[in-house]
């Protein structure tokens, strides 16, 4: 053999060890991160799991390279992502928990290095939680986020917008061909694995398993599309592909159902997978510990460019390329969560290859090689090992909390509100006393009783029993003033019952028991306000009200529920100008956003203009948004116009909206299908009708009027004597049935 076919052959085999044709200079390579949210890692094959197939990251590790015991450093999905992002922890950039914490602009993301080095940017994420405004979107040109078009149930429900993996790829699929000829840094988010579990079927993937492991197939074979459509643009190969999961789901291990309050592993173990052929090895394994702090700065490693200054992970690269890269390979996580919504205390971690141990007020130490499952608590007999990693986590706690990053936070009270609420005798008194003596000593493991509890009176209020759901949360409260989810459930209650006077007193109350929580970070403080806005409303206060909501917007202008809450009240109490003002501004953020179209019809109904209002009913259909009342309205005036798809889409959008259908909605509904000549949909809304109504002669009219629509008029004949049977008056039977007679005598 020549020397230089020699050399051909050791790069041909070379080439087939890392299973590529060539290698991509680092300066061409183009990004696609994506991140799963709520996965487990013990979930996909390539990391042990046998609950279902995941034959596409299967595929992915066998091509590159996987962290097997890669670690969430936060179970909520703002934060992590906030991570995975910046490089940095949850307490250094600063976002610590979903909703009420934004990622500040002085954070640099990756996004934004990428776009200063020239890489196109795009983002497309599935759920509200990542929606523009909470400061994952800094660097993305293109921020295709979440529509919120919902007004079911209020404010709350929008924390619910998500859309599923097919959804999101419907969006990227034309980005990703605008920009096939480009470098690009393309990120991701599939949501789909998050509660509730009911994936939607996937034509080609039989889904099986429990919800939870049938969403994780869903999400693989979602995956398996993308990849796909990257292989058809001719980009597949030129990019660097990372995968990871933002946190697991405990799936009623510890007690916990979903994720968030504990810092067991089926929270924190997630995937992550990276391919990049000729770079990034394939088949390879990264043993021990490795935090998603360090996905940014490996991104930036394998593109050549300089690491963010201020990331606090590490590039993987050589461990990766099995140099040791000389640090001791710990992983760190938190949660604030307990403390924040329950009132109990917050949890830290750190676990080394081996052993993990957890701060709480009762500590725990696990051997996790011996006991992955987190069941034989060690803390008391292996009391050196305790001593040596607290004081470890100490260390990084200290070295990694930044008082500046908390600055940007909500303040609790503000001076007017704490003399107001001190002269109601709402502070200073014992009970906010009591409830501070005993701020962050009750241990999640012994809280999670009180969410069986408060689930409790939540599934009776749901259910409409408020007396229930009062009783309940109030023995809860009891035994734990500061469990802040369990006043706002009880506020919620009074509001049902009504009590409003007594709902006001609740609300005031649970601001109180924010207030001396000066770490508490207004978590509940806005929620209660916002509950206590709602009270005035429906007592007719309106001047209080309107304080608060502008006192809300002052401390988050970027609250569109408020906005719209104002906006409402500006159109009641006749000052549409304003009203007009701040819609105008929530609908250039975000167009599809229902309650602010909502609002945006009433305006037009209070101002007479009819015209928009048309228009305003027709996006209200369109959007598949708006409360029940307005969607009635909107209705109507679509049948004026004549747009009866458009009117029975809104008939169809109240029904879902309620949880036992009220039969004028659904007679409403029969009639707008079947002057659209949708007769089979009118058909089968009157037979519901006939259901619910036996003794009703119009279902049974209705059902024979589409049988002589279509032509059958043995049928129809059918249908008007037994419409006449039940009601021998009836004379639009009895009409109907003489003029069938006098047509087919
Ligand atoms: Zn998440």
């Known amino acids: 053999m020549s020397g230089r076919i020699a050399r051909r052959a050791a790069a041909l085999l ?6 590529c044709g060539r290698s991509i200079p680092p300066s061409e390579r183009s990004v696609v991160l994506v991140t799963l949210d709520t996965t487990r890692a013990d979930r996909i094959g390539a990391f042990g799991g046998r609950a279902v197939p995941t034959p596409v990251l299967d595929r992915i590790a066998r091509e590159g390279t996987i962290a097997a015991e890669a670690t969430s450093q936060v179970p909520l999905t703002l934060p ?22 934004r990622l500040r602009p002085e954070e640099e993301t990756l996004a934004e290095r990428l776009s200063a080095a020239g890489l196109a940017t795009g983002a497309f994420v599935g759920a509200y939680v990542l929606n523009r405004g909470f400061g994952t979107e800094q660097g993305f040109a293109t921020y295709d986020d979440v529509a919120v078009d919902r007004f079911e149930g209020g404010r709350d429900q929008i924390f619910e917008a998500q859309r599923t993996a097919d959804d999101v790829n419907a969006r ?3 980005w990703i061909d605008a920009h096939a000829g480009k470098r690009f840094f393309l990120w991701v988010h599939y949501y789909d694995p998050h509660d509730p579990y009911a994936p939607p079927e996937k034509p080609g993937r039989t889904l099986a398993g429990s919800g939870y492991d049938r969403e994780i197939s869903y999400v693989d074979a979602c995956l398996g599309d993308l990849l796909a459509k990257l292989r058809a643009a001719g980009v597949y190969d030129r990019t660097l592909l990372v995968v990871a999961g933002d946190h697991g789901e405990s799936l009623g291990e510890h007690g916990e159902k979903t994720h968030g309050l504990f810092l067991y592993q089926g929270a924190l173990h997630v995937p992550l997978l990276l391919r990049a052929p000729g770079s990034v090895p394939a088949g390879r394994v990264v043993s021990g510990p490795v935090e998603l702090t360090d996905v940014a700065p490996t991104i930036l490693d394998y593109l050549g460019l300089p690491a963010l200054p201020r990331a606090q992970g590490k590039s993987l690269r050589p461990r990766i390329e099995g140099r040791d890269d000389g640090r001791a390979a710990l992983a760190h996580a938190e949660t604030l969560m307990p403390r924040l919504e329950f009132g109990w205390s917050e949890l830290s971690m750190v676990r080394d290859g081996r052993f993990k141990y957890i701060r709480a007020p009762r500590p725990e130490l696990y051997d996790l090689r011996a ?9 008391a007999v292996e009391s050196e090992r305790v001593g040596e990693l607290a004081a470890s986590l100490d260390g990084w706690i200290a070295g990694t909390a930044d008082e500046s990053a908390d600055t940007a936070s909500r303040r609790t009270l503000d ?3 704490e003399a107001r609420l001190r002269s109601l005798g709402y502070l200073g008194g014992d009970a906010v006393h009591g409830a501070v003596s005993r701020a962050g000593t009750i241990d999640p493991k012994d809280g999670i009783r009180e969410v069986r509890a408060l689930d409790a009176a939540r599934d009776k209020l749901a259910a409409g029993d408020a007396a229930g759901a009062l009783a309940g949360v109030r023995e809860l409260l009891a035994s734990n003033p500061r469990n802040h989810q369990a006043r706002i459930t009880e506020i919620l209650a009074l509001i049902e019952l009504p009590d409003l006077p007594r709902a006001e007193d609740a609300a005031l109350a649970a601001l109180a028991a924010v207030a001396p ?8 403080a806005d929620k209660a306000r916002g509950l206590l806005a709602s009270v005035f409303r429906l007592e007719g206060k309106n001047a209080e009200a309107e304080a608060l909501y502008r006192k809300l917007l002052a401390h988050d202008p970027m609250d569109d529920g408020v906005a719209v809450d104002l906006v409402r009240l500006l159109t009641d109490t006749g000052r549409l100008d304003e009203a007009d003002r701040i819609l105008g501004t929530v609908l250039a953020r975000s167009p599809q956003n229902g309650m602010a179209l909502a609002a945006r019809f009433w305006l037009e109904t209070r101002r007479g203009d009819a015209t928009a209002r048309a228009a305003t009913a027709a996006a209200l259909a369109d ?6 009342p307005t969607l009635v309205e909107a209705a109507k005036v679509l049948a004026h116009a004549g747009d009866h798809a458009r009117e029975a889409a809104c008939y169809e959008l109240v029904l879902a909206q309620t949880p036992r259908p009220d039969p004028e909605i659904v007679g409403a509904l029969g009639l707008a299908r079947m002057r659209g000549g949708e007769l089979d949909a009118a058909e089968r809304a009157f037979t ?34 037994r419409s006449l049977s039940l009601d021998p008056t009836f004379a639009k039977a009895a009409e109907a049935l003489r003029e069938l007679d006098g047509a087919h005598p």
């Open 371 to 379: 006991d992955p499952g987190e069941r034989s608590d060690l803390a």
């Open 172 to 174: 990227v699929f034309p």
């Open 14 to 19: 070379l080439a087939a060890a890392c299973g």
């Open 517 to 524: 929580e000066e770490d508490a970070r207004g978590v509940l």
């Open 80 to 101: 992590s992502h906030a991570t995975i992002l910046t490089g940095r922890y949850p307490s250094s950039h600063g976002t610590r928990h979903n909703g009420i914490y």
């Open 623 to 628: 959007a598949r948004a708006g409360d029940p």
């Open 688 to 721: 519901t009708l006939a259901e619910m109504r036996p003794t009703d002669p119009r279902p049974v009219f209705f059902l024979g009027t589409i049988a002589r629509k279509r032509g059958d008029a043995a049928s129809a004949r059918a249908r008007f004597a």
């Open 415 to 417: 001076p007017d509100e």
